[in-house]
């Protein structure tokens, strides 16, 4: 199954401190009362829905620590617990936190799956390692399986859609969609295999802007 763009938490928020390395800008930035309310709402219940998906089941856990690379991020360092079904071997969610200070949270995804084990609904927040102000990304993505073909919607904890994908194949065609927040007009999804795709996709985060 592929991974979702915003879930390589891993690699996401590497690149994120590499992009931006040189970052007292960064250690200074300003974000509005709202927005750091609700993202940090959003990132709380996300965790929480990460701790009812591992509450009354039998878990397998993996671990993993290292270290940020990065001007900003030199000297932080990380554990990396992913938590696993244990009878069907599906990832429920992964939790990053900072390795000598565990209160504080780094990363969390969860992971929701339909009968058949697809990732249907994914939800993370992450935070970077000096600043727990709020979350500097925060993503929702609802994803719709279509015979050979698999689409998803991200959305941010605002409600703004940011990101679209759909990959596989359709009329003997391979298909490979992949769109930021500014590509996404009457240009790009004009085509048959873009509404293939995407037709039945909620256009809005709807009720998920709370995580269940």
């Known amino acids: 199954m592929?991974?979702?763009?915003?879930?390589?938490?891993?690699?996401?928020?590497?690149?994120?401190?590499?992009?931006?390395?040189?970052?007292?800008?960064?250690?200074?930035?300003?974000?509005?009362?709202?927005?750091?309310?609700?993202?940090?709402?959003?990132?709380?219940r996300t965790y929480d829905l990460h701790q009812r998906q591992i509450a009354g089941r039998t878990i397998r856990r993996t671990e993993v620590a290292g270290q940020y690379n990065g001007t900003a991020a030199r000297g932080f360092s990380y554990i990396e617990t992913s938590y696993y079904d244990a009878q069907t071997d599906l990832l429920l969610s992964r939790v990053r936190v900072d390795r000598d200070r565990p209160k504080i949270l780094h990363i969390v995804e969860v992971f929701i799956h339909d009968e058949q084990g697809r990732v249907i609904r994914d939800y993370a927040?992450?935070?970077?390692?000096?600043?727990?102000?709020?979350?500097?990304?925060?993503?929702?993505?609802?994803?719709q399986y279509n015979r050979d073909l698999h689409a998803y919607r991200q959305f941010n904890a605002s409600g703004v859609r940011v990101y679209e994908q759909c990959k596989g194949m359709h009329a003997g065609a391979r298909v490979d969609i992949s769109l930021e927040q500014q590509d996404i007009g009457p240009a790009t999804t004009a085509s048959d295999a873009y509404r293939i795709c995407f037709e039945g996709v909620q256009q809005t985060a709807g009720v998920y802007l709370s995580p269940q």
Not at 37 to 44: D, I
Not at 126 to 133: D, G, R
């Open 2 to 44: 592929q991974i979702p763009r915003m879930l390589t938490g891993v690699v996401l928020l590497c690149t994120a401190l590499s992009v931006w390395a040189s970052s007292e800008q960064m250690k200074t930035m300003d974000v509005d009362d709202d927005h750091v309310t609700s993202w940090n709402r959003f990132a709380s």
């Open 125 to 143: 927040a992450i935070y970077l390692p000096w600043s727990q102000n709020a979350p500097m990304r925060t993503t929702i993505n609802v994803h």
